[in-house]
């Protein structure tokens, strides 16, 4: 190590470089000179185990070039020698720290870090931001290749059924504004389902966020998302939201940072009714971020070609008291969209039994009876029985409460889409740790 008693005079953070198979390291700047590494100098290339230390030395191997910029001449150090840059070679990014007549080049904490994620084994140490009560984490903790350690849940009812469902995990019961990086525990992967309520459709014209969803009451949150990312660099990142997400100045920014920190990302819109062989027509935006490139995210373009008799209960007697209880809210629904079809504005009530194709977005607050899908019985409408959502969205809830079962489904992800996206996640990062270990 330089001596402590040594005055740093320059620090800067590079990738490291390649020229014709061999790493390279390229410093250019007038502090050089100051120094002591004077254009036409001499210097001297010392390896030590993790790091690289040149000397201005009058029997160095090496010399100080120039380049010609404006305000004259500027010193350059290129070095690109497999052999005497061989401590720096697995590293993606070194740090220069320079002192007089001293300069160590070594790897970066980043580079330390990003290293240590892409030689880690599975089971992958998972954090989920925005956990709900469990769609995703479902997919996750059935995944041998992930282990859910940890999720981050603000709303009471929600954080008591993931913590019932995940007792061996930690749950972080916080708004994420209020979490220091810091604070959460050492994961490799991060999967977040972000709050959607500022940025969907429904939300903007609710909150009269047109063209600026960001000022929304959770508009902001994927700034959080961006830091917690930029500290611990997991080894891949999982994001997912409404699809006017993605073109929001809120997921355009996110995908930018996450390419600027150095990772490989692929952004889709997911289609479970016509890639992913589901009934359910809900539409999502996926992101996932790599260390390591080449991931891509292979659809089965399976499109759902059957009906609902597996989901949807036969007839039965409990037809009658479902249909009877909601029978005033539908008939007042009727009317209220019967006045909005009257002015044009295309409003309709839908309906599904055994035999239908499809299942319309199953919503947060579909228990408040305000909208469809209703099933059809000879004695009128019902609503979706809890366990016929729950085969929906390949997903069982551990809560008695139908409405916050329902709020948490339809808020929810589809499980088995997104156990089939971990799956392809899980294969590629396997085969990237067999390549970098």
């Given at each position: 190590m330089p001596n402590p008693h040594l005055s740093q005079k320059f620090l800067s953070f590079h990738k490291l470089g390649e020229n014709r198979g061999s790493p390279r390291v390229w410093l250019e700047s007038q502090r050089l000179s100051t120094l002591g590494f004077v254009i036409g100098n001499s210097f001297s290339v010392e390896t030590l185990v993790r790091r690289v230390r040149l000397r201005p030395s009058s029997t160095g191997t090496h010399q100080v070039a120039k380049k010609r910029a404006a305000g004259g001449l500027r010193p350059v150090i290129d070095l690109a020698n497999r052999v005497l840059l061989a401590p720096l070679a697995k590293w993606d990014e070194i740090k220069v720290s320079g002192f007089h007549r001293l300069i160590e080049i070594s790897?970066?904490?980043?580079?330390?870090?990003?290293?240590?994620?892409?030689?880690?084994?599975?089971?992958?140490?998972?954090?989920?931001?925005?956990?709900?009560?469990?769609?995703?984490?479902?997919?996750?903790?059935?995944?041998?290749?992930?282990?859910?350690?940890?999720?981050?849940?603000?709303?009471?009812?929600?954080?008591?059924?993931?913590?019932?469902?995940?007792?061996?995990?930690?749950?972080?019961?916080?708004?994420?504004?209020?979490?220091?990086?810091?604070?959460?525990?050492?994961?490799?992967?991060?999967v977040a389902a972000i709050p959607c309520t500022s940025h969907s459709m429904l939300g903007r014209a609710k909150k009269s966020l047109r063209e600026k969803p960001e000022l929304g009451d959770t508009g902001d949150l994927f700034l959080s998302i961006a830091a917690l990312v930029a500290t611990h660099l997991p080894l891949a990142c999982v994001f997912e939201n409404v699809p006017s997400f993605g073109t929001s100045l809120a997921g355009m920014t996110l995908v930018h940072h996450l390419r600027q920190l150095g990772y490989h990302v692929t952004q889709t819109t997911l289609d479970p009714f016509r890639q992913w062989n589901e009934p359910q027509d809900r539409k999502r935006w996926l992101v996932v971020a790599t260390l390591a490139p080449g991931f891509e995210l292979r659809p089965p373009d399976i499109a759902f070609d059957g009906n609902l008799m597996s989901l949807i209960?036969?007839?039965?007697?409990?037809?009658?008291?479902?249909?009877?209880?909601?029978?005033?809210?539908?008939?007042?629904?009727?009317?209220?969209?019967?006045?909005?079809?009257?002015?044009?504005?295309?409003?309709?009530?839908?309906?599904?039994?055994?035999?239908?194709?499809?299942?319309?977005?199953?919503?947060?607050?579909?228990?408040?009876?305000?909208?469809?899908?209703?099933?059809?019985?000879?004695?009128?409408?019902?609503?979706?029985?809890?366990?016929?959502?729950?085969?929906?969205?390949?997903?069982?809830?551990?809560?008695?409460?139908?409405?916050?079962?329902?709020?948490?489904?339809?808020?929810?992800?589809?499980?088995?889409?997104?156990?089939?996206?971990?799956?392809?996640?899980?294969?590629?990062?396997?085969?990237?740790?067999?390549?970098?270990?």
């Open positions: 790897p970066s904490v980043r580079a330390f870090a990003i290293h240590r994620q892409r030689t880690t084994p599975a089971p992958w140490r998972t954090l989920e931001v925005f956990s709900g009560g469990g769609t995703l984490s479902a997919a996750i903790s059935q995944h041998p290749d992930f282990k859910l350690i940890a999720g981050v849940e603000i709303n009471p009812r929600f954080a008591d059924v993931w913590q019932a469902m995940h007792s061996d995990a930690l749950l972080i019961q916080a708004d994420v504004r209020r979490i220091h990086p810091s604070e959460y525990p050492a994961h490799e992967i991060l209960d036969a007839p039965n007697k409990q037809d009658r008291h479902d249909a009877e209880r909601i029978a005033g809210s539908v008939e007042a629904l009727r009317r209220h969209r019967e006045r909005h079809r009257a002015l044009g504005h295309g409003f309709g009530l839908s309906t599904s039994n055994q035999q239908s194709r499809r299942v319309p977005t199953i919503v947060r607050s579909y228990h408040k009876i305000n909208v469809g899908p209703f099933v059809e019985t000879e004695f009128g409408p019902r609503l979706l029985r809890r366990h016929e959502v729950e085969k929906l969205m390949g997903c069982k809830i551990d809560c008695e409460h139908y409405a916050t079962a329902i709020e948490i489904l339809g808020q929810g992800v589809q499980t088995r889409v997104f156990k089939n996206i971990l799956t392809q996640l899980g294969r590629f990062l396997g085969q990237d740790r067999a390549t970098t270990s």
